[in-house]
């Protein structure tokens, strides 16, 4: 007797002579299908310890494998696991009425009368119509994800009718089971604060108006048919983004050649912020909702590294490579710095009253030499006009 632990570890050790490569079987809701057994076998015999054996294995892609049938000692047993699957004569499988839940792995594990390992052969199985779709958007749109098949949710007669499901998955593994169901041709809208902004259309999409942040997160529907049979299940996610503020650096220089470094974003935003200080030793951090402030007590350079992220996809960089002065030269180089400020001043204000007074003094030249010349001239004519004597003397 071998468990099935032991029939697992045999297959990875033992491949076995199957086809080597893992086959592709695309299918759609609905539809049957077979997997094959690809070798004649042994299964019908009067002396039991002559058949061969089979064991068929699952698993979903994010799961543990499982066995939903095996046929041994010319007998086949079944775990209900995959109620619609069922085991052929020759010992393929058939699955009959595909679901959704029939899309994953499949395989065959195939042994002789002796229990000596002689075939694996894995399979994997694509149900069309189950949608993983990534959606990117803004605060502030409006967002419709849509239900892509048709389904009879009016009806005269309430036990007709399809029913929908909407399940939501928040970033932090938040879940809420249900936001809408329809069943029975009536709606049910489960109430929850996060999402007072979303509504059902007519046909059974789910639609976002004026998307908020809170919006984030996956957003999965079931279907079933009138007797509740899955027929499809789709997958949304949806990325709520915000974009990016451009990071602002800043550095100041403080004593001992330490320096306190800042990066910040503007107010009213909620980015991710990452500041990354190479080179310094004895950082200390302090946060608040919009900037980092580092203080590093350690000669330079640093290279300073300020990360703003939105999102997946969006973000922005600012770096900068610094080195801070010692003290003495620091202030020494201050102090130089406001001399020759205050000279340079100086001499420009020195410079522009000589330029006045020259100017005012030369204005006064040219005015003098005006009048002089003025006078000199009343003078000529005054001696140039003739002499006139009165006769009546």
């Known amino acids: 007797m071998f ?3 032991v029939l697992l570890l045999w297959a990875l050790l033992y491949p076995g002579r199957g086809n080597g490569d893992e086959e592709k079987i695309f299918t759609r809701p609905g539809s049957d299908f077979l997997i094959p057994i690809r070798r004649h076998l042994t299964l019908n015999h009067t002396d039991t310890e002559r058949c061969d054996w089979i064991t068929w294995l699952y698993k979903k892609s994010s799961g543990l494998w499982i066995k939903i049938a095996e046929h041994r000692n010319c007998h086949l047993s079944y775990l209900r696991d995959l109620p619609n699957t069922r085991i052929s004569e020759n010992g393929s499988l058939i699955i009959s009425n595909v679901t959704p839940e029939n899309d994953g792995r499949y395989s065959v594990i195939i042994y002789n009368s002796t229990g000596h390992h002689i075939q694996t052969d894995d399979y994997t199985v694509h149900v069309e119509g189950n949608v993983r779709e990534e959606i990117f958007t803004r605060p502030g749109s409006d967002l419709l994800l849509p239900i892509r098949r048709h389904l009879t949710l009016n009806n005269t007669d309430t036990r007709r009718c399809d029913r929908i499901e909407w399940n939501y998955i928040g970033p932090t593994r ?3 089971p249900i936001i809408f169901l329809h069943w029975q041709c009536r709606l049910k809208k ?18 976002i108006s004026n998307v908020t942040l809170e919006n984030d997160g996956i957003y999965i529907v079931y279907l079933y048919n009138s007797t509740g049979g899955l027929i499809q299940t ?8 915000v974009p990016v503020s451009v990071p602002l650096l800043h550095v100041s220089c403080l004593q001992n050649d330490s320096a306190e470094i800042s990066c910040r974003v503007e107010a009213g935003t909620k980015p991710n912020i990452h500041l990354s200080v190479i080179g310094g030793s004895q950082e200390r951090y302090s946060t608040s909702a919009n900037h980092i402030t580092a203080i590093v007590e350690s000669p330079g350079p640093w290279n300073i590294t300020c990360t703003v992220k939105n999102g997946v996809s969006q973000s922005e960089e600012s770096r900068a490579g610094v080195t801070c002065p010692e003290e003495s030269q620091s202030e020494m180089s201050s102090g130089w710095g ?3 400020s ?9 410079g522009l009253l000589i330029f006045m007074v ?3 003094r030369k204005m006064k030249n040219e005015k003098n030499r005006s009048e002089r010349s003025t006078r000199r001239r009343d003078q000529m004519e005054m001696e140039m006009e003739p002499t006139y004597y009165d006769d009546c003397y």
């Not at 789709?234 to 983004?241: A, K, P, Q, R």
């Not at 205050?342 to 020195?350: I, K, P, Q, R």
């Open 190 to 207: 489960y109430e929850n604060k996060l999402f007072s902004n979303i509504r059902l259309s007519e046909n059974g999409s789910l639609i």
């Open 342 to 350: 205050s000279g340079v001043v100086f001499v420009l204000y020195t």
């Open 358 to 360: 020259n100017d005012l």
């Open 338 to 340: 406001h001399f020759l």
């Open 234 to 241: 789709d997958y949304y996610t949806v990325h709520v983004e």
């Open 174 to 176: 938040y879940i809420v």
């Open 3 to 5: 468990s099935l632990r």
